[in-house]
């Protein structure tokens, strides 16, 4: 079977969840002799933190020029083979050509429900051509398959797969007495996580400060890009100097080990597609407090914790409460690790396999 796989993702972003979707897959896909793989890529995809760890032969990668990219990431690209082949793009895009079957991976919904204007318009008009011309189409959670039958009614469902993402077989429960050379200060148990994106409101990183701040919580903010100067002074406002810091280009490893040590990961997202630091932090032995929205209830292992208005104050009870019953703490580790077991990134690549070749015979 012939694959031409598209890297663009690792162009339009130093690092996300959808890099490590990709990453994943790639991974997955360079060990398995079953394919003929091509791939398609810009000259600046090195720039991205999961490229960097995959080794792709170079005879393999058909590199272009990443100039005008902000063009040239909307534009289909044109069969010149005359071999039939499966292609799969890392961000909404197809390929046209008699031979080609398009595969098209569905995140989240996230423009449509949250933005405005000209990149909200541009974004969706993309993503619906794309999925409206693939031949098949991943779905990363059920929550995210009926967000697209909402927007996208005249969709046949029977193209749909929902495949979950998985994670990463490094999070795992590490001993107590584990001596590591941490980049934080931060006593441990003392603090609480927050993972990923400040900036757009859906996410509620002001309800975690807030929360953090009532329960005497310091943060570890990981990802999310640098603090600005504004960020900075409301942050030291709300927690006080030396009671939060942010880590950039975190390794898995070191993830790992600041789950382990954490007191919770606070993810209180009114959206997620999937929410891959839900399971992250659950193999690691963190309890979760997140929402009871979109995606979340299929990953987060102790529903008491996924609450349905995720308030300051109402996370601050949650805190207070894990904080005083050992047990209820206990539980909540327990029903997380058994939950996110289940998601395995070999699951997710096995069964993006088994779509391949379905798509390959029709």
């Given amino acids: 079977m ?17 890099s490590v979707v990709w990453q994943q897959h790639l991974e997955k ?13 810009y000259d600046n995809s090195e720039s991205n933190f999961f490229r960097k760890q995959l080794q792709i032969n170079k005879e393999l990668i058909d590199v272009k020029n990443s100039s005008l990219l902000f063009l040239k990431r909307y534009l289909d690209l044109k069969s010149t083979n005359d071999e039939k082949h499966l292609f ?25 429900f949250f933005f405005k204007g000209y990149s909200q ?7 619906n051509a794309a999925i409206s011309n693939s031949d098949g189409i991943i779905c990363v959670s059920e929550s995210t398959k009926e967000d697209l039958l909402k927007f996208l009614p005249n969709i046949n469902e ?7 993402n998985g994670v990463d077989s490094e999070y795992r429960k590490l001993p107590e007495d584990i001596i590591f050379e941490k980049k934080h200060f931060f006593e441990d148990y003392s603090y609480a996580i927050y993972v990923g994106d400040r900036k757009s409101s859906y996410k509620n990183f002001d309800v975690v400060l807030d929360a953090c701040a009532f329960s005497k919580l310091s943060l570890l903010i990981i ?4 603090l600005t100067d504004k960020e900075q002074f409301d942050i030291k406002c709300k927690l006080g100097e030396g009671n939060y810091i942010n880590l950039l280009n975190v390794s898995v490893k070191d993830l790992n080990y ?18 891959i630091p839900v399971l992250e932090a659950q193999m690691a032995g963190c309890p979760v407090i997140a929402t009871d929205s979109s995606s979340i209830p299929e ?26 019953s050992l047990n209820l703490r206990d539980e909540t580790v327990e029903l997380g690790f058994e939950k996110a077991k289940k998601f395995t990134w070999q699951n997710t690549y096995k069964e993006t396999k088994e779509f391949y070749k379905e798509l390959y015979k029709t």
């Avoid at 799969?88 to 423009?111: C, M």
């Avoid at 990953?299 to 005083?324: M, R």
């Fill in 158 to 164: 029977n193209k749909i797969r929902v495949i979950y």
């Fill in 2 to 18: 012939n694959i031409l796989l598209d890297n663009i993702i690792f162009s339009l972003q130093k690092t996300g969840g959808i």
């Fill in 29 to 41: 896909i360079l060990q398995d002799n079953d394919f003929r793989i091509q791939f398609f890529e």
């Fill in 223 to 226: 990802g999310g890009g640098k």
């Fill in 88 to 112: 799969h793009s890392s961000y909404y895009r197809l390929k046209k050509g008699d031979n080609v079957i398009n595969v098209t991976t569905v995140h989240d919904f996230t423009y449509e």
């Fill in 258 to 275: 600041y789950y382990n040590k954490a007191f919770c990961l606070l993810y209180p997202s009114l959206y997620e597609g999937f929410g």
């Fill in 121 to 127: 318009k541009i974004h969706t008009w993309q993503k």
């Fill in 299 to 324: 990953v987060i292992g102790n529903k008491y914790f996924a609450l349905k208005e995720p308030s300051s104050y109402k996370i601050s009870q949650k805190i207070n409460e894990l904080s005083i």
